[in-house]
């Protein structure tokens, strides 16, 4: 996995151990509903970054490649098709990262809490000792949300959150997207660049030949590299979703303690439900990944002190 890329942090690091610890805060009876943003300085700069080149690459191919053409049936098409592809690009993105990946809500590591959950004798459930909430099987802590992630799968700086159980569809149709409009972008590049060989090079284009050569090699430039940067991605996700085995657990190399699912299984959970054009929407909700217990109020106590707890025997 490129680490230059995603940042994978997880509260075991024995770096974290270091930093004074913060009191817990129980829970409190009203969770907040609004929409989901992480204030990482970081990560707003890549997501501004990832936008800025969306336009970059729009403004070549309509104002140096499509417009000037002299072919309206060629500009039409290649048009509607890569400004189709780019606004479900955008959207994709906004979505993965304005959408709560899976937080367990924090300060839940309460004595009524846990009783609430009528776990059986004997079992034993774990607290994060950073966020102070019950962390659910296959729950990691991010250090940059602040929060334990439900299937946490990493933190992406470019989407400036965390990819995990309830928005990883988002963060697949982004890196697809993105990759679709690199490939369509390179090879109207090179269309272009023949046409200009042939033709006279003040004819195919509205700017100057050296300002054209100078927008066609940089727009060539970035789509080749996001082209193969998000066709990594985009598979890594998709291996990640049937193997179903997330980035950290694979990274950690955890041992599989819960009962795995169908490749095909896990592909309707991560995309909410039954193969439908939906799943290539980044509109469409995910209807089966919602927990009811997001948005109700959860009992108020002490925060228990151990983070190991075991349930007594009766």
């Known amino acids: 996995r490129c680490c230059c890329c995603c940042r994978c942090r997880d509260v075991e690091r024995q770096a974290a151990c270091l930093q004074t610890e913060q009191p817990c805060v129980p829970v409190s009876q009203h969770i907040p509903s609004g929409m989901w943003f992480i204030r990482d300085a970081c990560g707003i700069v890549c997501g501004v970054i990832t936008w800025m080149l969306v336009f970059y690459a729009e403004f070549v191919v309509l104002f140096v490649m499509l417009l000037p053409s002299k072919n309206l049936t060629y500009s039409l098409v290649n048009g509607t098709v890569f400004n189709t592809l780019a606004f479900l690009a955008l959207a994709s993105h906004f979505r993965a990262m304005c959408t709560d990946p899976g937080a367990v809500p924090t300060g839940n590591a309460t004595k009524e809490y846990i009783e609430s959950l009528q776990l059986k004798p004997g079992q034993v459930v774990y607290k994060c000792p950073k966020c102070c909430s019950i962390k659910p099987d296959r729950a990691h802590h991010c250090s940059v949300c602040k929060r334990c992630i439900r299937k946490m799968d990493h933190h992406c700086p470019w989407v400036n959150n965390c990819v995990g159980e309830n928005n990883q569809k988002f963060f ?143």
């Open 172 to 314: 697949v149709l982004f890196t697809m997207y993105i990759a679709l409009i690199s490939l369509h972008s390179l090879v109207m590049v090179v269309f272009h660049f023949l046409y200009c060989f042939e033709d006279d090079w003040t004819k195919c284009s509205s700017f100057s030949p050296p300002a054209t050569v100078i927008l066609l090699i940089l727009l060539c430039f970035e789509a080749l590299l996001f082209l193969i940067f998000t066709s990594v991605m985009f598979g890594t996700q998709v291996h990640s979703i049937c193997t179903d085995e997330t980035g950290i657990e694979r990274l950690k190399g955890e041992q599989a303690r819960w009962e795995k699912t169908s490749c095909w299984e896990a592909m309707k959970s991560a995309f909410g439900g039954p193969f439908s054009p939906s799943w290539l929407s980044p509109f469409s909700d995910l209807r089966c990944k919602r927990d009811p217990n997001d948005h109700v109020a959860l009992p108020q106590g002490e925060i228990i002190e151990d983070d190991v707890i075991e349930i007594p025997l009766v």
